[in-house]
């Protein structure tokens, strides 16, 4: 290996890449071993607690915390580390986000089904049995729907505020 493949190498260790928790240049496979220990202790992680957690004698256990100290700087187990958790933490949020939107493929299927039966039941009514109370309350509720639907509610001051709708159905549509 030249100087130049060297520095090269020294450059990309330093400037951390993304995946920084992988084994860098010059690592050997003992100090990467004790990193995977260190990284994968969790959040709360210290060298004490990742030494402690590796079955041994207490002359033992001291030789080692020096030893992972020395490779903790040398090979920025820290930073590495906290890489490691972001990349787990963005793994997480993109699961949340598919689970979200699975789940919201499955409400809008149900709210389509759901639509059509109070549609099957709008087209059997006769507009004779309705009284104007009935007439405002659907009005009111529709247009509540409707916002709803689109993301709005009114809020307690009158004014139009970002919302997740709210279903609720009339005893007339019950066991349908």
């Known amino acids: 290996m030249t100087e130049i493949d060297k520095a090269v190498d020294e450059a990309k260790a330093a400037a ?9 240049a010059g690592e050997k496979a003992e100090p990467f071993a004790a990193f995977c220990v260190f990284r994968d202790y969790g959040p709360e ?6 030494v402690d957690s590796v079955e041994q004698g207490e002359a033992e256990r001291e030789r080692k915390h020096r030893k992972w100290r020395n490779w903790s700087a040398l090979f920025r ?35 389509g089904k759901m639509l059509r039966v109070v549609g099957k039941k709008l087209d059997t009514m006769n507009a004779e049995d ?14 509540k729907m409707e916002r709803e639907a689109a993301g709005l ?20 549509f019950q066991g349908l």
């Open 16 to 24: 951390l890449p993304f995946e920084s928790w992988e084994k860098v």
């Open 153 to 172: 509610a009114m809020g307690k001051d009158g004014k139009a505020e970002m919302k997740q709708g709210e279903l609720n159905f009339a005893p007339d």
């Open 77 to 111: 187990w820290r930073e590495r580390a906290e890489n490691y958790d972001q990349y787990r933490e963005k793994l997480k949020q993109t699961e949340v986000r598919k689970t979200i939107e699975a789940q919201g493929e499955v409400h809008r299927e149900i709210t």
């Open 45 to 50: 992680r210290s060298i004490r607690k990742a």
């Open 130 to 143: 309705l009284t104007q109370n009935n007439v405002t309350e659907w009005a009111v509720a529709a247009i």
